[in-house]
């Protein structure tokens, strides 16, 4: 995250510099008016003796950098530059002369901003402040140097501002020291100049802190040979500090002798250590120190002096020092001394190290790159991780896939199989292997072509597959058949609905088929029985029609049988002397067209409610009178069969609405099966009891019972108990079933309670219900072609008499 927020700040910093750029170019694009700018640097100007590997002076660094930024700022801008050369010059006859100079020089000349250079001394700032106002009157000032600055100094110069410097002579001194424990001495080398004068105080000041520790020694010598002397005696704990100028030291002819040609002469033989004040004296002699930078310095006045000119005013603008300061050693003469690299100072810059770029500048570069390549190196870790772990994700939702599919494939009931264009199982899932007849080990461990080893394997289906498989890529498209399977272990065929689909590579060529199957053998069943019952239904109504019609047909012959015996038996009545061999045989026909006609009636009856087509007639009536009648009518064909019958009621009348053909039909039918069922000697019973909103009729015999098992299948069409129970008595099995047709159509219910032996009771509860006006109908037609003797006679024509 660390790494992640520099880069944001180097990214932002980097868009911040194009931004500028673009934001410059613009500035440029508005042609500002011309500025003039005036330079004036207190030291001489050291550049025409360079050899070649000479450096700039300080101060001339410090004038390359104020350019620079100059041009950078794209602004139109005049600089005029004096070297004062107060080195060698001074006194205030020299600055009134200087004064004189200028002041012819720049008569005509307005300044828009002047800058004074003073590297270790103060003398073109104390000019400024002299001369400034006459030469350069409202010019603002721009100091740089100063070390012995006050804001005192400049008390009522509202035009001034700068930047002052220090050199930090302390920290250059305790490296040293630390660098060379067995120090006693230090030699300081100065000159005689201005500059040299101040430096040496400046040491001078620092003794104290040294004091009883280490011994100081000085030297402004300027003939260079005699130095060298001085230098040659020194003892071996002795470490120099060298801070003499530019152009302290002279040869033949007075020429001056460069910084670095001065430093190999006075110690390249020499095994002392030297150490220095400013980047530009390192050489290739010295070890370095606590450096200042002139580059650094000057562009601060450069920025200091473009914000004048952009019109900040000095007084807004505060005076401070420039604190740009490093550690910087020459790796050469670390090495030539032993110094360990890891002793130095951290964030040391190490100079002429070995193709070690990065060393050199470490301070100014290696925070960045170090942090572009870590994060680099980071962000591809970061994207091998993450890709890494987004490709486990995928490969496990893969497999979880795979597992998925292959856990789905096995679990169907439907058989599946993927073949290459060869015709091999590249998959079979675990329905159809059941269906083949072998083993996932089979078919993994064999060959397909060997597996019919198995004496079990359905080697028709796998036939069957090939033969459908062939037919697929014949015709080259989905194919779909119905596959009949002989399943020889269920020994039963199994109906497969399968569908192939032939898949084929981009040139057409073939890939592979896929077959997905389903077992249709039950759906098929259904269909099969679906089509029997409907089948079934059909015969049903067509045989309950038939019954239906059939049944009127044979009462068109009954009736014309039994119309004849009346006649028979009307005309024997009325001849004389009575047949009764040929009376006996009419009565015995007459009872067998009652019974025909009983069971043609009922057998109307229960196909019409069958059917749906038997229609009631309903009307408000008094049940207890309707009953009352039945039983009573049936009274002597009781008796002759020796059975004692009462009728009983807890109430006189019950006025409802009901269907009193159905309700004799009924009565009689239970009556019917009482008397057959009790033999001579026992009683029947008929209740009726009054529930207010239902009325309850029992009929209640102590004849043979009906076996439990029995009780609840009585009630069905045709069933009779046993033969041999009712042999006793006729019967056709539909008394009971149309008994319960004909309560069910009144809303009502038929209950038994009976025990073998002890009689059978018949409880019929009906609800007690009334018809408003127009429903109660008038229907005079019940049984309308028979009497009411007849119609008991014909439903107690079971009874055999
Ligand atoms: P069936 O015409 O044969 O009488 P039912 O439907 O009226 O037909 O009666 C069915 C059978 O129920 C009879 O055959 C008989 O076995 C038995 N059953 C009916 N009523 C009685 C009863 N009161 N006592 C004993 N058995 C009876």
């Known amino acids: 995250m660390k790494i992640f927020k520099h880069t944001k700040q180097y990214i932002f910093l980097i868009s911040f510099a194009i931004f500028l750029s673009l934001f410059q170019s613009t500035a440029y694009a508005e042609n500002e008016t011309e500025k003039n700018v005036l330079i004036l640097n207190s030291n001489k100007n050291y550049n025409n003796f360079t050899n070649g590997t000479e450096s700039m002076s300080f101060e001339n660094t410090i004038i390359s950098s104020i350019n620079s930024k100059f041009i950078k700022s794209k602004k139109n801008i005049n600089v005029a530059i004096e070297y004062m050369d107060y080195n060698n010059n001074l006194g205030d006859t020299y600055s009134q002369q200087l004064y004189n100079l200028y002041k012819v020089k720049y008569e005509n000349t307005k300044f828009d901003a002047v800058i004074t250079l003073d590297d270790m001394n103060d003398n073109a700032f104390k000019f400024m402040l002299n001369y400034g106002d006459k ?54 080398i100065t000159d005689k100049t201005q500059f040299g004068i101040y430096h040496k105080k400046l040491v001078e000041s620092l003794i104290p802190l040294y004091k009883n520790k280490i011994n100081f020694l000085f030297s402004d010598e300027s003939d260079i040979f005699k130095l060298k002397k001085e230098i040659n005696n020194l003892p071996k704990d002795t470490v120099i500090y060298f801070s003499a100028t530019a152009d302290a030291y002279k040869g033949i002819s007075d020429k001056v002798i460069s910084q670095s040609s001065a430093a190999d002469i006075l110690f390249k033989d020499s095994r002392i250590p030297i150490y220095c004040r400013a980047s530009s004296y390192i050489n290739n002699q010295s070890i370095g120190g606590m450096l200042t930078y002139a580059d650094s310095y000057g562009s601060s006045i450069g920025d200091l002096a473009l914000m004048i000119l952009n019109g900040e005013r000095p007084s807004s603008i505060p005076v401070t020092e420039d604190t740009a300061h490093n550690y910087e050693f020459n790796y050469l003469q670390l090495k030539k001394f032993g110094i360990d690299l890891k002793s130095l100072p951290k964030g040391s810059i190490i100079r002429n190290a070995p193709i070690d770029y990065f060393n050199i500048y470490k301070n100014m570069f290696f925070p960045i790159a170090a942090s572009i390549i870590i994060f680099i190196i980071a962000l591809q870790m970061f994207l091998i991780i993450f890709n890494i772990y987004k490709r486990r994700l995928a490969e496990n939702s893969l497999s979880d896939n795979e597992n998925l599919l292959n856990t789905l494939i096995n679990s169907t009931p439907d058989i599946i199989y993927f073949k290459n264009d060869k015709g091999i199982f590249l998959e079979i899932n675990d329905a159809a292997l059941r269906l083949l007849n072998i083993s996932r080990d089979d078919y993994e461990n064999i060959n397909m072509n060997d597996i019919n080893t198995s004496p079990y394997f359905n080697e028709d289906l796998l036939d069957e597959f090939e033969t459908n498989d062939r037919k697929t890529w014949e015709t080259g498209t989905i194919y779909r058949t119905k596959e009949v399977i002989l399943n020889r272990r269920e020994e039963t065929n199994k109906i497969y609905d399968t569908l192939r689909i032939p898949l084929f590579n981009e040139d057409g060529s073939r890939k592979g088929l896929m077959l997905l199957g389903r077992d249709i053998t039950e759906h098929k069943l259904n269909e099969k029985n679906k089509k029997l019952i409907k089948e079934l239904k059909y015969y049903d109504e067509l045989k309950t029609n038939f019954f239906s019609n059939i049944s009127h047909e044979f009462k068109t012959p009954l009736n014309l049988i039994f119309s004849a015996l009346q006649i028979i038996e009307l005309k024997n009545r009325t001849t004389e002397g009575k047949d009764e061999t040929s009376e006996k045989y009419i009565d015995i026909m007459k009872l067998n067209c009652y019974r025909l006609l009983r069971i043609i009636n009922n057998l109307i009856d229960i196909t019409k409610i069958d059917s749906g087509n038997f229609s009631t007639h309903f009307k408000n009536d008094d049940i207890v009178f309707t009953l009352e009648n039945t039983v009573m009518s049936t009274v002597d064909y009781v008796k002759s069969k020796d059975i004692n019958i009462t009728f009983d009621t807890d109430i006189e009348e019950k006025v409802m609405a009901f269907d009193s053909d159905a309700i004799e039909r009924i009565i009689l039918n239970l009556l019917s099966n009482a008397i057959k069922f009790t033999p001579p000697g026992g009683s029947i019973e008929v209740n009726i009891q009054d529930k207010v909103d239902n009325i309850v009729i029992s009929v209640k015999d102590t004849g043979i019972g009906i076996p439990p098992d029995k009780q609840a299948s009585i009630f069905k069409k045709f069933v009779q108990v046993d033969k041999s129970l009712s042999r006793g008595s006729e019967g056709s099995g539909i008394g009971l079933s149309l008994v319960k047709e004909l309560v069910v159509l009144h809303n009502g219910i038929i209950e038994l309670e009976s025990a073998p032996n ?43 008499v």
């Open 758 to 800: 002890k009689g059978s009771e018949f409880k019929i509860t009906l609800p007690v219900k009334l018809l408003k006006g127009d429903e109660n109908c008038n229907n005079e037609e019940k049984f309308a072609d028979h009497s009411n003797i007849e119609k008991i006679k014909i439903e107690l024509s079971d009874i055999y």
């Open 135 to 188: 030469l350069f009157p409202n010019t603002p000032v721009v100091f740089s140097g100063v070390p012995s600055f006050d804001t005192s100094l400049v008390k009522g110069h509202s035009n001034y501002t700068g930047i002052t410097k220090n050199p930090d002579i302390k920290s250059t001194l305790d490296v040293a020291l630390s660098l060379h424990p067995k120090t006693k001495q230090i030699f300081v």
